[in-house]
């Protein structure tokens, strides 16, 4: 799969993550593969924009990276902020190209691309709680 296609895939989860409930994995699906790019050198850290949402109302920065034709956001770590310029704030200056595909081609592809350990799921424990007998205050649930 080329660079294009990752990119692309990347914007079409990340557009689909913001609307998406807080205990969906997208946002981990692009952090995981933007983070591959950079290490392979595939994708560069452009500099650092004041976020438009900061958390708790403190200001905080996040990394403008580019992938391809496209810019990303994602949050910065000290290094980042030690090193890269301040860029400011946001702006429409740039716009990402409006991109159709489905979110199961996307995530496939990004998927596809970082291997299935992708997210940090805990397995669920089977209890079986069929032969403990509840010996507490309760008479309801004593007798």
């Known amino acids: 799969m080329s660079l294009e296609d990752i990119a692309v895939a990347i914007y079409i989860v990340n557009k ?15 952090q995981k593969t933007i983070k591959r790019l950079l290490h392979e050198g595939k994708a560069q850290k452009v500099g650092l924009h004041f976020s438009t949402n ?3 109302s403190q200001q905080h920065l996040d990394v403008l990276v580019k992938v391809g034709h496209f810019m990303f956001h994602i949050p910065s770590n000290k290094l980042d902020r030690n090193t890269l310029p301040v860029l400011g704030e946001r702006n429409d200056l740039f716009r990402n190209p409006k991109i159709h595909m489905s979110l199961k081609k996307a995530k496939s592809i990004l998927i596809s691309y970082i291997g299935k350990d992708y997210t940090n799921k805990k397995k669920r424990k089977h209890h079986d709680n069929s032969g403990i007998n509840y ?9």
């Open 54 to 56: 900061p958390r708790l």
């Open 135 to 143: 010996k507490g205050l309760s008479t309801f649930l004593n007798s």
């Open 16 to 30: 689909h993550a913001k609307v998406a409930a807080k205990t969906s994995d997208l946002y981990s699906i692009k």
